[in-house]
């Protein structure tokens, strides 16, 4: 028996607690909701949020978790430039790490893209149209063509990321836009995904194939056999050359 994914699911934790409406649909947080669709799918899921002492990023917990999910929008600029640094740091050495939605405007994402990572977006009722570009596609597993979301934000091109290594999903709005959605890359040893959907006034979350979509994501960037890599100066390898 394989041992379960450990994933560490972190949420600003802010919208849920004032704004009814989003408690309305995610009473508990984004992040106990998101974890407990990973557990369906059999992977071991805690959670971590912002107003915890090191926004529960201690080296205990990243040195546990197998791959973060990241969940941020309205205080990305709260998110302590060493706990950055240290997620930064874990990734290079292979943790996985899954960026969702507005997390693209997050320190940890831009500081591992090297663009603005910005958009255009519109809040309002698009109906959004998710196709599988990448079919066969471990990430897109047990998924039809596409998933249709009834009501989200929108997000359009362009979108400043450099070009995805894999690109797994674009995005159809019905006010005409298009988005890469589902964009791979790796950094150092670690995985990374960025996928869109989950604006907190929709109950994208609970939508059981974006669960699966990030059930899937956590197991594709899960470290598998991560190989020592060694740096420096060093004397010449051949006997005296
Ligand atoms: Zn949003």
């Not at 974890?35 to 990243?62: K, Q």
């Amino acid at each position: 028996m394989t041992t379960p994914v450990r994933v560490t699911v972190w949420n600003e934790y802010r919208h849920e607690r004032r704004d009814p409406k989003v408690a309305a649909i995610y009473p508990d947080g984004i992040h106990t909701t998101i974890a407990a669709g990973l557990r369906e799918h059999g992977l071991e899921a805690r959670t971590a949020t912002l107003d915890e002492p090191e926004h529960g990023l201690t080296d205990e917990v990243l040195n546990t978790t197998d791959v973060l999910i990241w969940w941020g929008h309205s205080a990305h600029g709260e998110v302590a430039d060493d706990v950055v640094a240290r997620v930064q740091q874990r990734v290079l050495a292979g943790m996985g790490l899954i960026v969702l939605h507005s997390g693209h405007f997050s320190k940890i994402f831009r500081a591992l893209m090297g663009t603005s990572c910005d958009l255009k977006w519109r809040e309002g009722n698009d109906r959004e149209l998710l196709w599988v570009v990448a079919p066969g596609h471990p990430i897109a597993e047990g998924l039809g063509e596409l998933i249709m979301l009834d009501q989200e934000e929108m997000y359009g091109e362009h979108f400043d990321i450099p070009p995805p290594e894999t690109l797994v999903f674009i995005s159809w709005f019905s006010g005409g836009e298009v988005f890469r959605s589902g964009a791979c890359y790796t950094r150092g040893a670690g995985r990374i995904f960025y996928f869109r959907p989950g604006h907190e006034t929709h109950p994208t979350y609970h939508h059981p194939e974006v669960q699966r979509v990030i059930a899937n994501a956590a197991r594709w960037a899960a470290p598998g056999y991560v190989a020592t890599r060694s740096y420096g100066n060093r004397p010449p390898h051949v006997p005296g050359s």
